[in-house]
């Protein structure tokens, strides 16, 4: 019998700078409350934390970041704030990509986009477009997405261009038509505002994703809780399935071959 073959890296990385780190941007709404405002001040408030965190991912050298702003689900919300969300995307798109490009940052939106008006969608392809080749951040903002409709709009593409696997695909078959398919899978996850839940985030992506859950409240997220993160992150061991005598025989066994190559 064939081992099944799982899609999942298996060569864990030394724990470094995280290379993806995606992010629930939760707690806005008790923010505001906690200050009687109304919930969309603690939304506003929470584009000067993107801001302080998109920088600081880029000082740091992170290679992606990954920015929940709006699920699937969050059209249950009231009419009125789903409304303010919009108009907030809209407007953060026509005033930040300029200074976005200005940093080498390349912005892709991810999400089911059938609901946005053609405004909004006019602009998201103008950003993405203008920032395409940029090569320091890649900042993906998912609007719309749902983990589960990721994997069900994948498999209906897939098929779409490629009946002929439907009898038959595996996950290598099917990774090309997931949202993310252009960056390597979340080494670093966190959630704001105190919740331990995933939410209907990159269900797919985060299999081996290394969870980091923070009371703060996203308006009150800064650098420095980035970087308790990013510590937290970098005390773990990331085994993939395998012990931790089999990781030490391997990083001796690299440490060797590297020492060959010093000498
Ligand atoms: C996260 O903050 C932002 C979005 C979901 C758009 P919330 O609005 O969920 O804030 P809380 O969880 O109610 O405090
Ligand atoms: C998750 O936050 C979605 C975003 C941050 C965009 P929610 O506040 O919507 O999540 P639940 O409803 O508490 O799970
Ligand atoms: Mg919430």
Redesign the pocket.
């Known amino acids: 019998m064939a081992l099944f073959q799982s899609s999942t890296r298996t060569i864990p990385d030394a724990p470094g700078v995280p290379c993806h780190i995606a992010i629930?941007?939760?707690g806005n709404?008790r923010w505001a409350k906690q200050r009687f405002l109304p919930r969309v001040a603690g939304h506003q408030r929470g584009v000067e934390t993107v801001r302080d965190v998109v920088g600081a991912c880029r000082e740091l050298g992170i290679a992606y970041l990954t920015l929940?702003?709006?699920?699937s689900?969050?059209w249950r919300r009231p009419a009125e704030e789903v409304s303010f969300l919009m108009q907030l995307f809209l407007k953060m798109l026509e005033r930040e990509v300029a200074r976005l490009h200005d940093n080498n940052i390349r912005l892709k939106i991810i999400g089911d986009r059938r609901h946005f008006d053609d405004k909004l969608n006019g602009r998201i392809a103008e950003a993405e477009q203008l920032t395409a080749n940029n090569t320091s951040l890649t900042l993906t903002v998912?609007a719309n997405y749902g983990g589960r409709w990721d994997i069900m709009q994948a498999v209906q593409a897939m098929l779409r261009a490629r009946p002929e696997l439907a009898a038959n695909f595996g996950e290598a078959e099917l990774e090309p038509y997931l949202s993310m398919h252009y960056a390597p899978e979340p080494d670093l996850f966190i959630r704001t505002?105190g919740?331990q839940?995933i939410?209907n985030?990159l269900l797919w992506q985060m299999a081996y994703t290394e969870l980091y859950f923070t009371d703060t409240l996203w308006p009150a997220f800064n650098r420095e809780a980035l970087q308790a993160a990013i510590r937290s992150y970098q005390t773990r061991e990331r085994r993939f399935g395998r012990t931790s005598e089999q990781l030490r025989g391997e990083q001796l066994q690299n440490e060797q071959v590297q020492g060959t190559k010093d000498r």
Do not use: K, L, T
């Open positions: 629930i941007m939760d709404g929940f702003a709006f699920s689900e969050n998912a505002g919740e839940r939410s985030f």
